[in-house]
């Protein structure tokens, strides 16, 4: 990448980010003035227009495109837990935008505390979780994701617990397995490259097309949670593998 291109790209990245904080301070403003007062089916739908905004901007802007394989294994029906592999900011925009149902997330609590940004991630449900309390925070996941489930709500687990670096796939943590299990959770595994694009810390996103892929519903009534997590890290691996990467433009 020549110093000419470098720039470019570093001058459209400015751009999507002057965009997107822009989307992001109007959107935790409305929270505060109007959107918190609505009712949930309302207010869903309204918040994740940021979502929408983002990953079209990001398209516009920079260039980064995507397609999904493996819609026809989206559950027409019920609640379910999504299991997905994380290398990016970009999948936590997308996947509201890919999956027509009611989503939220197993998140770190300090997400919450982010000026505007926190204030509409609120919004959405989310089981917020203390990393280091351990047992507890297993079974806070656990008590709310049936809760969310039971209520209709689709649950979205990072099992990683953090952003790991293309094409590496990091330990698989047994928090959203033991949840899974519990529950008797339908589990829909996702992998995708958006990391080739978007990197952890990066400024410049490269302009390409990434792939999600969504895999066959995992029935885990009955399963442990060890099988659970080792059929899900396996079919993300194996998919992962071959997914080529968006060509850079």
């Known amino acids: 990448m020549n110093a000419l291109n470098t720039f470019w790209l570093g001058l459209r990245a400015a751009i999507y980010w002057a965009g997107s904080v822009v989307s992001t301070l109007l959107v935790g403003g409305m929270m505060m003035v109007v959107l918190w007062a609505l009712p949930d089916k309302v207010r869903y739908p ?24 493996g819609r026809e294994n989206i559950p027409a029906q019920g609640a379910f837990l999504i299991m997905a592999n994380h290398q ?19 998140l770190k609590q ?10 509409g991630l609120r919004m959405l449900r989310p089981i917020a979780i203390d990393r280091s309390a351990g ?19 689709c649950v979205v687990i990072f099992p990683e617990g953090t952003r790991i670096a293309p094409p590496e796939t990091g330990e698989f943590k ?23 694009s978007w990197r952890r810390h990066a ?21 442990k949670a060890d ?6 890290r396996g079919w993300i691996e194996a998919e992962k593998a071959r997914l080529p990467p968006p060509a850079y433009a």
Not at 99 to 105: A, G, K, N
Not at 110 to 119: A, N, R, V
Not at 135 to 144: G, H, V
Not at 203 to 223: A, D, H, N, R
């Open 46 to 69: 309204a918040v994740t227009l940021w979502n929408r905004f983002n990953v079209w901007w990001l398209e516009v802007t920079c260039g980064v495109k995507y397609r999904v394989l």
């Open 88 to 106: 990016s900011t970009w999948e936590t925009y997308a996947l509201p935008v890919i999956f027509p149902q009611r989503l939220t997330w197993v």
């Open 110 to 119: 300090e997400l919450l505390k982010i000026p505007f940004f926190g204030w």
């Open 135 to 153: 047992r507890a925070a297993i079974k806070q996941m656990s008590q709310q994701g049936k809760a969310l489930l039971e209520a209709g709500i």
């Open 174 to 196: 047994i928090g959203g397995a033991l949840m899974a299990a519990q529950i008797g959770a339908l589990v829909v595994p996702v992998a995708h490259n958006a990391g080739e």
């Open 203 to 223: 400024w410049i996103k490269k302009p390409g097309t990434i792939t999600v892929s969504i895999g066959e519903p995992l029935l885990t009534k009955g399963m």
């Open 227 to 232: 099988a659970i997590n080792q059929h899900v």
